[in-house]
């Protein structure tokens, strides 16, 4: 086959796999030759091949575009689980904040303030814990929020929770080290942490959180505790002031460290949060972890911890090994978004939504006969099955509907089957009774 009809072949199938879009342009003739090594009579020939046959259009000087009027077929992708892993959202895909309410002509205003007035100092290498400007922010807002009353060198800016977890184990464990971990918990860190050597072992979590009776009985010389004490994930559970002092104590008398991952901790809907763990800390043996990836966006990629503060140089030492990848543009943005009250006013938004999100999508589901497990806030929701959840979220997932199974959650635990879902990106009530009919009728 002459060269021009191959390359005519590899484009005609991207159009059709959707690889290219309708109106999508291409490359010049000239830039294709070049980087393919060909001349460019060649790309010129199957170009007008495909606008012969009505797959390409010539827009003048504009260039070659693939034709609007075609309809290709629809790519078939898995189910995008986390954020992250599709750039449109799915019904019920956990991860994700309401893309639709974040002010990104806000953001964008903030940014290009940024941009004007930073100088040539602002293009050089940032602080390998993160911008001052944004640790400041940082502690002052946990402080009024949280209560947690901390320095900003305490604070380290990482490119999101993973990030976090390696630099706290990389700055404190040593291979062989043991971790309690919540079971179910989150799954996508479990092998972060076994990269670092630290071996997992699984707590059992009931109605008041981590048993932590259970871990110290089965596990009493473990290195660390990771756990989510605000708002259980997935369960959804707070764990219990009584279990918080015990393990406290726990970690003071072992000489053990507690991560705490406070990720949602910001959308409560009934009741006040018990204080965070961090904000009882004496014996100084709390590791904070925090993002923006749910109360902003994903893409912002910044994370954050607060350490003890006679570890602050023991993670420095590490952090100038790993470096700081957040943009020192993108943190001072968010510093000034913060000092200018807009996150503020965002969360304040962004809870009244949830909340009626969360109505919709609730009555919707029990609409059709669907057993939703009580919970006093966060961004997710649980189903409670009888039977195989895998078999139906593999049903539900095959339907489009982006569900997962609580028993994939699970390490070593049995318990119930669950569906797991969120609502941040319902957006009506009618949107939450359509995607609630088409999962009672694909696990039907």
Same mark, same amino acid.
Do not use: D, H, M, Y
């Given at each position: 086959m002459p060269r021009y009809q191959q390359i005519a072949r590899q484009l005609k199938t991207a159009i059709e796999q959707g690889e290219l879009k309708p109106g999508a342009r291409l490359p010049s003739s000239r830039t294709w030759s070049q980087e393919l090594g060909i001349s460019r009579s060649t790309v010129e020939n199957a170009y007008a091949d495909l606008v012969a046959q009505g797959w390409l259009e010539r827009r003048g000087q504009a260039g070659t575009f693939v034709s609007d009027r075609l309809h290709p077929q629809k790519e078939v992708s898995a189910p995008a689980f986390f954020a992250g892993e599709s750039s449109v959202p799915q019904p019920f895909q956990m991860g994700l904040p309401a893309l639709d309410l974040f002010p990104r002509d806000i953001?964008?205003?903030v940014m290009g303030r940024r941009l004007r007035t930073q100088t040539r100092f602002d293009l050089a290498l940032g602080d390998v814990g993160g911008e001052a400007i944004l640790r400041q922010a940082i502690a002052d807002y946990l402080r009024v929020s949280r209560s947690i009353d901390c320095l900003p060198e305490q604070?380290?800016?990482? $490119?999101?929770y993973a990030a976090s977890m390696t630099l706290t184990l990389r700055a404190l464990a040593a291979p062989g080290d043991g971790m309690w971990i919540e079971d179910p918990g989150f799954p996508l860190i479990r092998p972060v942490i076994e990269q670092e050597n630290v071996t997992l072992m699984p707590v059992p979590v009931d109605e008041n959180g981590m048993n932590v009776a259970v871990g110290i009985r089965d596990y009493p010389d473990a290195r660390f505790a990771l756990l989510t004490p605000a708002h259980q994930s997935p369960l959804g559970v707070a764990l219990s002031l009584s279990r918080r002092h015990q393990l406290l104590e726990w970690a003071c008398d072992r000489q053990a460290w507690i991560i705490e991952d406070d990720y949602d901790s910001e959308f409560r809907y009934h009741s006040? =949060?018990?204080p965070p763990l961090k904000s009882l800390d004496a014996p100084q043996r709390v590791i904070y972890a925090g993002t923006f990836s749910k109360s902003l966006f994903p893409a912002l990629r910044t994370a954050?911890? #607060? #350490? =003890?503060?006679?570890? #602050?140089?023991?993670?420095?030492q590490q952090a100038s090994r790993m470096a700081c990848s957040v943009p020192v543009l993108w943190q001072n943005t968010l510093a000034d978004f913060i000092h200018d009250g807009h996150f503020w006013r965002h969360l304040k938004k962004m809870r009244q939504h949830y909340a009626q999100r969360r109505q919709w999508t609730e $009555?919707?589901?029990?609409?059709?006969?669907f057993h939703v497990v009580a919970q006093e806030g966060g961004i997710q929701l649980v189903i409670a099955i009888k039977g195989d959840d895998v078999a139906l979220v593999h049903k539900a997932n095959e339907a489009g509907l982006a569900v997962q199974a609580l028993c994939r959650w699970r390490l070593k635990t049995t318990g119930e089957g669950g569906i797991l879902m969120s609502f941040t990106n319902i957006t009506s009530a009618e949107m939450a009774q359509d995607v609630a009919k088409r999962l009672r009728l694909a696990i039907q």
């Open positions: 953001w964008a205003r604070i380290f800016i990482t $490119s999101g006040k =949060p018990l954050w911890l #607060v #350490v =003890p503060l006679n570890q #602050v140089n023991r993670f420095r $009555s919707a589901l029990k609409e059709q006969g």
